[in-house]
């Protein structure tokens, strides 16, 4: 459900008549088939079904196989609270196209990030752009760690010992890895 919770976030359930569950409503159920551990589940119903209530969460691409029984219902999510801030959470038609503007986003997003490889792989930005960047080698308790400034801002991280490198954007496209041993 990744872009309507995020984790930790507290959610508030209403006990509610499984045939009063419509499509677009957010449930949280037990995992089907699950063992003596209770694992709650989170999702939206895309559609009821004579065997259950067909369910899928607004980050998934496709519906859950297993169906949501009478039994494993444990309640309708109503709000979440974040912080100190508690907010509704939408249900029905209003919750289905909140769902479907999620995936939506995602796939926008995705289709956002082609430019950005093709310029990372074409290196047409360093020919363009040579930013200042120092190299500063820092020893902390966890090992030696690299770190790249431009100016006081550190826009990437090497840490020799565990050959982890991050760096930001967009310096990733004119910065690249130390070569690794």
């Keep these: 459900m990744t872009g309507t919770f995020r984790p930790g976030d507290m959610l508030v359930t209403r006990d509610v008549a499984f045939e009063a569950i419509r499509p677009g409503d957010v449930v949280a159920f037990r995992a089907p088939g699950g063992d003596d551990d209770v694992t709650l589940i989170v999702h939206r119903v895309v559609a009821r079904a004579h065997d259950g209530l067909i369910t899928r969460g607004d980050a998934c691409g496709a519906p859950d196989t297993a169906r949501v029984q009478t039994g494993d219902l444990v309640g309708h999510v109503i ?44 290196g047409l930005v360093r020919r363009v752009w040579r930013p200042a960047v120092t190299q500063v080698s820092v020893m902390t308790s966890q090992g030696t760690v690299v770190k790249y400034l431009c100016g006081a801002r550190a826009v990437a991280e090497w840490r020799p010992e565990t050959r982890t490198y991050r760096c930001r954007k967009p310096y990733d496209l004119v910065l690249d890895a130390p070569e690794r041993e």
């Design 79 to 122: 709000q979440a609270q974040r912080g100190r801030r508690v907010r509704r959470v939408w249900g029905g038609r209003t919750g289905r196209c909140w769902a479907r503007l999620l995936r939506l986003r995602r796939r926008v997003l995705a289709l956002g990030r082609l430019p950005y490889r093709w310029l990372r792989a074409s």
